[in-house]
């Protein structure tokens, strides 16, 4: 059973920092694309930042700069820096693989606030 187990998220202020983590279980790590997306209320989910192999990155315009991607293990992190108000959303883990075996699994998400 694949599971994907979302934490760090919280209330801060704004230009504070938190750190995310997704745990992934249940699925070959290695070979998946990881990645974080954040959706707003009223708005649609949109991709964050994602992790190919140890490095390759993809990064939203809006967080270049501010927001870094890593994984290690069965783990990926989001750290967030000087963190807007407009960074404000729940932040879901994503799982996904293109090639066969494909897949797209998704984290129960975790809120993140940033008060200004």
């Known amino acids: 059973q694949v599971q994907l187990v979302e934490s760090g998220g919280g209330l801060v202020q704004a230009g504070g920092s938190l750190r995310l983590s997704c745990a992934a279980s249940?699925?070959?790590?290695?070979?998946?694309?990881m990645g974080w997306y954040r959706q707003a209320p009223g708005k649609q989910r949109d991709l964050v930042a994602n992790?190919?192999?140890?490095?390759s990155t993809n990064y939203a315009d809006s967080v270049k700069g501010r927001f870094t991607i890593s994984r290690d293990k069965n783990t990926v992190y989001l750290q967030m820096n000087s963190l807007k108000p407009e960074d404000t959303a729940v932040y879901y883990c994503?799982?996904?693989?293109?090639?066969?075996?494909?897949?797209?699994?998704w984290g129960q998400g975790t809120q993140v606030t940033v008060s200004s």
């Open positions: 994503n799982a996904n693989r293109q090639l066969l075996p494909r897949y797209d699994y």
């Open positions: 249940g699925i070959s790590f290695s070979i998946s694309t």
């Open positions: 992790i190919t192999g140890p490095e």
